[in-house]
């Protein structure tokens, strides 16, 4: 029916979306650098954690299975964050550092075992991390 349900809001503007598996959750970053999370059910954040390390996020995923999410920024850096009982960890786990410029795009594979990570802004600015050893190729 195209009808709007309800809105949710957030500090400065988004840039990356992305529902949970569940589908219970949507995340969303914006230019300030902090990762938010709504509850679709209750319609409203949970949870605001700041993306440590990030000027300003560009790019959001979430795995298959809902237990990592990853955050890409301005200067081309990718932060992992664990996912406990529906709620995103303070700190992430680990930064993968292997672009220079933005990143404009986030996909984790259907078994949440690769993370392919690229820019739009430099030629073959493409990345693919192995997320058990998080080797970047």
């Known amino acids: 029916t195209r009808k709007l349900l309800f809105d949710v809001k957030m500090n400065g ?3 990356g979306a992305a529902f949970s598996p569940c589908e219970n959750y949507m995340y969303g970053v914006g230019d300030q650098a902090e990762i938010y999370q709504f509850d679709l059910r209750m319609r409203k954040c949970v949870s605001r954690v700041g993306d440590l390390g990030q000027c ?3 790019s959001l995923a979430v ?3 809902g237990a ?4 890409g920024g301005k200067m081309g850096t990718v932060n992992l964050f664990k996912v406990n009982d529906n709620l ?3 700190k ?3 930064t993968l550092m292997n672009l220079t410029t933005s990143v404009t795009d986030l996909a984790f594979n259907p078994t949440s075992e690769v993370l392919s990570f690229s820019s739009k802004w430099k030629k073959n600015a493409f990345r693919l ?3 058990p050893t998080y080797t970047v190729f």
């Open 63 to 65: 795995s298959a299975n």
């Open 129 to 131: 991390a192995h997320i």
């Open 56 to 58: 300003s996020s560009t």
């Open 88 to 90: 995103i960890e303070e």
């Open 68 to 71: 990592l999410i990853a955050t």
């Open 92 to 94: 992430p786990f680990k």
């Open 13 to 15: 503007s988004c840039r």
